[in-house]
């Protein structure tokens, strides 16, 4: 194989070397092109995989763990929930559009695949800066209504809503943009399917759409980062048909209902070669594939082209003897394909054939067992010493007015209602949506079977992970957490999207390294264990990465979903509380960021204790009727969250924030949440049950909205937090 071949399918010498090892002989193209898709960074986690290791994964609820298509938690009542989130960044960032619709089409096979109908999906973006009229600036812009445009179109033709998520703005993230998308489904307990092929003889089932040219490479291309070279990479990003996805799930789920099938897997990133090659190495079998039996929708095909595409609404099964005529008439019923490529072996090898002739022979547990796992330097970054003691925005007395901070950071895309974006999509589908998107915190969906509420909240502050990776990363667990257990749910598991720069940096790795550590120790202390997740690196263009963002779904249960628990003011006159500590934490601040363009400072530890505390505290009062609503403080401290509430609700106040310096209303201390409470005596005797410090802030209803010296009238407030994004994006 010549050194140009091998170079251009991202394959070190090293790696080659164990590929002639593992061979025994040279590579053809073939088999050259699905090793170097099975051992991208993308498929096999070689930089990652060292500090994956650890994460805590187990607890009673906890019914399938990492390693599946998707984590599957006990919900009660016989019932399960399947969730996952995956990146989709590099083809969303090549081709918004069909980049973000296929990241949504690819969420929904890994959920409906594990034998769960899909009820929500959600999802979590960043762009770099938006406002302006230069091209970096309309760039963005575009790149935002391109991928708003293909999530709301896969989604909303999918006939499943989209119900919560977060979108984040900052110049780190001008070159390479993340696209993170959630899906969520219900199954009964005893109904779960899994990925595996055994059963000597037992068909290997094509079904679904035909394959085409359409995504080839994809997995490899995911699996670098963009520069002057490579950023005309179209024809690596997938092309999705959501009406074909849609067929897809009900047969899929019609299939499920009878006892036919062995395993079935969606042929994701890497295609064919990964769906094959996963199923049969997690049962130890051999598989045996007649490629040219594929079907397909471009001529000329071969089976390189067929092994590495990504054409999208396919999958794979592991059949029983003698049922496909069965298996058929579901799949014609829907109008897709649906044949026999291959059957299981036990001679451990990927054999492939093509009009008869043996093309590719692998064995296939040393292609996993052998997957190269680097040990990457790592090195503390040079810029956080020079950052540390920027905690205060290193300016001491400041000279601007907490009032003209205010509209400052009001005005902010960071904190501006997105209603440009949820109002695309279909958030009522199902009739299932408790909570409307743009209601703040968590998305609260029912489950008709069992009658709980499943309430879902995605969190990551980049600009805290940049200054410190490690409790950046903690504190996405805690905050998702907490959007959650402000719903009246309890927090069970999360899924998470970890999303860094260029792994062959050591800096990078640093930061990868200090937010696995976050995540370990968060998910430890606060008993939300990771069941499934997705790494995405080489973030980075040109030599700039991104900031940190390890991405976070929290998945919680509430037993009644009448007990749910909404955000915003509900009417004149209720108490409003602050509970939790302040103080004056302005490291990474929105504050710091907005006011003097810098990001810096030094984070306190989390106090893990005191975060559950608040959790548990909130969840037992709404249980006791006492709470009328309750919203974690977010971004902009207890200001700007107060304001939200107030925007949304069309309801006033005058509030009085007890502070050391006046600047602490925008405060973003850990471990708080706004509330609003029915029997103050009995709210005070339990707050202090649980340890935690609460300040009364003062009552719902004015024509004006005031905390401390900041004062503006609703409508003003309305029409900034609610109009300013989309005048942003007509720009």
């Known amino acids: 194989m010549d050194e140009q071949t091998i170079k251009a399918h991202k394959i070190s010498n090293k790696e080659y070397e164990n590929i002639l090892e593992i061979l025994g002989r040279e590579p053809n193209l073939l088999e050259l092109g699905i090793f170097s898709a099975m051992w991208s960074e993308h498929c096999s986690y070689k930089s990652s995989k060292k500090y994956l290791n650890g994460f805590p994964t187990k607890a009673p609820w906890v019914i399938q763990g990492p390693g599946e298509n998707a984590g599957v938690i006990d919900i009660g009542g016989d019932m399960a929930a399947v969730f996952k989130m995956e990146s989709h960044n590099h083809p969303s960032f090549i081709e918004p559009f069909e980049g973000a619709a296929t990241g949504v089409g690819g969420i929904l096979r890994d959920i409906f695949t594990m034998g769960a109908r899909v009820e929500a999906n959600l999802n979590s973006l960043r762009f770099g800066e938006i406002r302006g009229d230069d091209k970096i600036n309309s760039y963005q812009r575009y790149l935002l209504k391109g991928v708003v445009k293909g999530i709301s179109h896969y989604g909303n033709c999918m006939g499943i809503p989209t119900i919560a998520g977060e979108c984040s703005f900052d110049e780190s993230f001008n070159g390479n943009i993340l696209v993170n998308a959630f899906a969520l489904g219900v199954v009964k307990k005893d109904e779960i399917f899994y990925a595996k092929a ?83 190495g997690k049962s130890r079998s051999g598989m045996k594939l007649h490629l040219d039996k594929v079907p397909m929708r471009e001529i000329g095909m071969t089976p390189y082209d067929l092994m590495l595409s990504e054409s999208q609404e396919r999958m794979l099964i592991c059949a029983k003897k003698g049922s496909f005529e069965e298996i058929k008439k579901i799949f014609d019923k829907y109008d897709l394909d649906a044949e026999i490529i291959g059957e299981v072996t036990n001679n451990g090898n990927m054999e492939l054939y093509w009009n008869g002739e043996l093309v590719g022979d692998i064995p296939i547990s040393p292609l996993s067992q052998k997957a190269p796992i680097l040990d990457r330097p790592v090195k503390k970054p040079s810029y956080l010493d020079e950052i540390s003691s920027l905690n205060l925005c290193g300016c001491g007395a400041s000279e601007i007015s907490n009032n003209d901070a205010f509209l400052k950071i009001m005005s902010d895309p960071n904190v501006l209602n997105k209603r440009f974006i949820y109002d695309q999509y279909d958030a009522n589908i199902g009739t299932n949506t408790i909570k409307q998107p743009g209601l703040l915190g968590a998305g609260v969906i029912r ?279 989309e005048n942003i994006l007509r720009a």
Do not use: H
């Open 447 to 725: 489950v008709k079977q069992n009658s709980v509420a499943i309430a879902i909240a995605s969190e990551c502050n980049t600009r805290m992970n940049y200054i410190n990776p490690k409790i950046g990363a903690s504190l996405a667990v805690a905050t998702s957490g907490r959007k959650v257990a402000m719903t009246g749910a309890t927090p069970l598991a999360i899924t998470d999207c970890l999303n860094y720069g260029n792994p062959e940096n050591e800096e990078v790795m640093w930061q990868f390294k200090e937010g696995c550590e976050g995540i370990k120790e968060a998910c430890k202390e606060l008993n939300t264990p990771v069941v499934s997740g997705n790494v995405s690196l080489y973030n980075e263009t040109d030599g700039v990465s991104i900031q940190p963002t390890p991405g976070i779904v929290s998945v919680g249960v509430n037993k009644n979903f009448k007990n749910s628990l909404g955000s915003i003011f509900t009417k004149n006159g209720v108490s409003v509380y602050l509970i939790g500590k302040t103080k004056g934490v302005f490291a990474g601040s929105l504050y710091q960021k907005v006011l003097y363009g810098k990001i810096g400072g030094t984070l306190p530890n989390i106090n893990f204790k005191e975060e559950r505390a608040l959790w548990d505290f909130v969840i037992s009062q709404n249980l006791d009727r006492n709470l009328e609503f309750a919203n974690s403080v977010g971004i902009g401290g207890v200001a700007i969250t107060l304001a939200k509430m107030a925007a949304m609700s069309n309801l006033g106040g005058y509030f009085r924030m007890e502070v050391e310096d006046d600047r602490d209303i925008f405060d973003e201390s850990f471990s708080r949440a706004i509330v609003g409470v029915v029997n103050e005596e009995n709210f005070k005797q339990n707050a202090k049950k649980f340890g935690l410090e609460i300040q009364k802030l003062g009552e719902v209803g004015r024509e004006n909205f005031k905390i401390n010296e900041v004062e503006i009238s609703l409508k003003n407030l309305r029409n900034i937090y609610l109009n300013d994004f």
């Open 198 to 280: 055994e059963g000597v003889g037992n068909l290997v089932i094509y079904v679904g759409s035909k394959t085409g040219r359409d995504g080839l490479g994809g997995a490899v291309m995911a699996s670098d980062s963009f520069n002057d070279e490579n950023k005309s990479l179209r024809p690596t990003v997938q092309v999705g048909d959501p009406f074909a996805e849609k067929l897809l799930m009900e047969a899929c789920l019609e299939l499920f209902k009878r006892d036919l099938i062995i395993g079935i897997q969606d042929m994701g990133a890497a295609g064919l070669t990964s769906s094959s090659f996963e199923m049969a």
